[in-house]
């Protein structure tokens, strides 16, 4: 029983990662109508950042956010502005602009490659790692540290960003526009402006999302399309362009990826979170925190 | 010189014309409505003015300055707010948060406070919704933010597309009566209305439109006299 409950909450903290890794992605797909196929990339890219930023500092992992954030946040800001801009506007008529997705996968492979030929194709993991393994001992059961400050960086991400969408005039601008372009055109708001301004967030979230995961992870040039994958799903799951959706997908996969090896192989877990994936499509199609707002 | 001043315009949607070398102007201070039947590029016209659509040729003059390569963003801080057709809420933010967004623009952004409170005398019930959702309310009151939201980017000239479309005549009532108080405050309102009626008994003039043409002008109290107005809109 104990180890159940020792599974559940290492499953909650994980999850919760995986829903930091994904918010950005949500985030985008809020705004700007696509997806953005090159999140992983954004993922390897935040990664990296944080390797040399500790490694070249030696700070300690999660000072590293001061540097990944704001980096992130200005890598995301330009190519939303320089790469993908000139697409929409090209495509400016056409509702769906289904060109901007081969866009986002071009950045995809670019991105990956361009990691390969720079830092090579080695395992790297911090060298002096603070964090390393440390566990928690908590009534006979063991929470491993890095993911428990994961799990605080998660919510303390989800409900700053929560709080600025409500509360900001930059945050109702980013709400308008998500919900209707050209009413928010209309009320002045520049909407590629806001394009960039979305993808900023979205990658210094990724970024975030990344300074988490080095703790206890190795970075390598295709190490986001191991997060991809989940990441479209944990959206789907909790609702396109939701942030406390995202947070629930991850957890309820972070849930069914540590529990589900009680019972079974865990290979079969993977065709759990696929078949519950299927069922949510199925039944409640915009996802669990969803909204439809074609009126 | 006129406040808005629009010179032989040309429009398209792909490869059909539906504006055609239209001249229009609108004086400070004036209620204008344009009027005319499905098709007639009533819509459209106001589109081009708010630059969510580029005229093909021709020039549009707000204040002496031309604003027809302007995207809407920079012609809200110039001045002109455009009410689109079907109100066009933002409709999962609060009624409040609707209104917020409307003063957006640099020029209105810092008395956004000021304001607010301007427009909830003048739309009470906006007030006692305020942290309502705009998709919970009803059509009329949905108008009324829609206007509410156009009045916070303080205008000097508010366009409204069909403010009475959908609505029961009771509201359509009150929905005129908000204009004429919005325009006896001294914002200049520049109104397409199917409306013929309502609309020209409120206006100081009004256009007809007709495939995309002007074909008449004048006084609404003229317009509303007209033999051809009062077959062709008026039905008697």
Redesign the interface.
Known sequence: MLYIIEDMINGVLMGSIYGLTAMGLTIIFGVLKVINFAHGSLLMVGMYATYWAITLTGVHPYLALAMVIPAMFIFGYYLQAIVIKPIFIAEKNVREPITVIIVTTGIWYILDNLALLVFGPQYRSLADNPLKGKMLEVGGMFVSQPKLFGFITAIITASTIHWFLQKTVMGRAIRATSMDREAASLMGINQYRIYNVAFGIGAATTGIAAVTLLPFYNVFPTVGVLFDIKCFIIVVLGGLGSISGALLGGIIIGLIESVGPQFMTATWTEAIVYGLFLLVLFVKPSGLFGQKHDW | MSLLEIHKIDAFYGDVQVIYEMSLRVDKGEVVSIIGGNGAGKSTLLRVI?G?MQASAGRITFQGTDIHTE???NI??HGI??V?EGR??????SVK?NL???A???R??PDVEKTLQEVYQLLPRLAERESQLA?TLSGGEQQMVAIG?GLM?KPHLLMLDEPSLGLAPILIKDIFETVRKIADLGTTVLMVEQDVRHSLSLSDRGYVLEHGRVVMEGKASDLIDDPHIRTAYLGM
Do not use: I, Q, W
């Not at chain 2, 066009?88 to 933010?93: A, E, G, K, S």
């Open positions: 708010s969510l995207p809407p963003e809200v801080t707010v455009h689109p066009r809420l933002f409709p999962l933010m948060d917020l967004v409307g957006y623009n640099k209105a952004r998709m939201r980017s």
